[in-house]
């Protein structure tokens, strides 16, 4: 494979930046972003990107080929945590299994952000719906996590008296990155040019700037789970790289037989590629407590997050051109 791709995307100013978060925790310097910040640069990023993916689907309209993409995110959203699941019970109890099905069936908002921009960098163009399929690919994984747990685990006493299917729904489509994302992207698509001339240079001319904070704030967070990779074993340090470059080589067979083209077909291999380390962990917590956060929120954090933002963005982009999707 040639690794200018690589080398392209690793020179990339934000993904520079992760690597100095990094490096600060690992040369033990002090270096920190005040804890309100993250969350700001976080929110931020999710308004951008759906504000543009909004005013672009309000351009190109719906048609056969984006309700083909939207029917192809929801259904990889509904099958990765199912067959992860059952990959993963070969070595981990069903609630380990299920929380961590469903970090990697769902996404990292912030790894399509970065696939986004990398396309923008090499002037490959793509569809403002695909932040509906970023949109759409969030939640379902929490569900069948749900369903996994309540049809493996053993029964306990008092648990269907306990369970709420209903705080469950209202996490998994009410919860705050979601509802954002999703908000953004229904007010660029009903303000049109007018609402886009007016947010232009808020949505896109700091844009990169907050992303190249978050990603350093990430190195730093990234570096820190790094330790706590130890309570994994190598069974699933493997898991959390083979997996998503499996679900990736998927999702590029989709997009080369759905035809979506070149940058659709990138941005919907990384979301098929990519765990969640913010949304899916929260509600883990909240709906399978015997599970071990310290170990799905690694593996994804620590390992999937960084090796697809530096490694898997241009190795993905590589394996399309070479199919010519």
């Excluded at 921009?117 to 996590?145: D, N, R, T």
């Excluded at 729904?169 to 954002?180: A, D, K, P, R, Y």
């Excluded at 994302?181 to 660029?188: A, C, D, F, M, Q």
């Excluded at 898991?239 to 080369?256: E, Q």
């Amino acid at each position: 494979m040639d690794g200018s791709l690589i080398l392209f995307n690793i020179l990339n100013p934000p993904v520079l930046f992760f690597f100095l978060g990094m490096l600060a925790v690992f040369c033990k310097s002090d270096l920190e972003i005040p804890p309100p910040l993250p969350k700001l640069f976080s929110l931020y990023l999710l308004l951008a990107i759906g504000f543009k993916g909004g005013y672009e689907l309000s351009e190109s309209g719906i048609n056969t080929q984006i309700a083909l993409t939207l029917m192809a995110s929801i259904i990889m959203a509904l099958v990765v945590p199912a067959y992860s699941f059952f990959i993963l019970r070969l070595k981990l109890d069903a609630y380990n299994a299920a929380a961590i099905a469903a970090t990697y069936g769902s996404i990292s908002a912030v790894t399509f952000i970065t696939a986004s921009s990398f396309l923008e960098k090499l002037h490959i163009e793509y569809g403002g719906h695909m932040v509906a399929a970023l949109a759409l690919m969030e939640s379902p994984a929490i569900i069948i996590g749900i369903v996994l747990v309540r049809v493996f685990a053993p029964a306990k006493e008092g648990e269907n008296e306990a369970f709420s299917w209903g705080k469950v729904l209202h996490e998994s489509f009410l919860n705050g990155s979601v509802f954002l994302l999703v908000g953004s992207l229904i007010i660029g698509l009903l303000t049109g040019d007018k609402g886009w001339e007016k947010l232009q240079p808020f949505t896109q001319g700091i844009f990169y700037g907050a992303l190249t904070f978050f990603l350093l704030d990430m190195g730093l967070v990234a570096a820190k789970r790094i330790r706590e990779l130890k309570k994994a074993g190598s069974f699933l340090i493997a898991f959390s790289v083979f997996i998503p470059v499996a679900n990736a080589i998927l999702g590029i067979i989709i997009g080369k037989v759905l035809g979506f083209g070149e940058g659709n077909t990138l941005l919907f291999t990384v979301l098929c590629a990519s765990a969640s380390y913010i949304a899916v962990p929260a509600a883990m917590r909240m709906t399978i407590p015997e599970a071990n956060p310290s170990i799905y929120v690694s593996m994804a954090l620590a390992l999937t997050f960084p090796f697809n933002i530096i490694v898997g963005i241009p190795l993905y982009l590589e394996l399309i051109k070479l199919i010519g999707a």
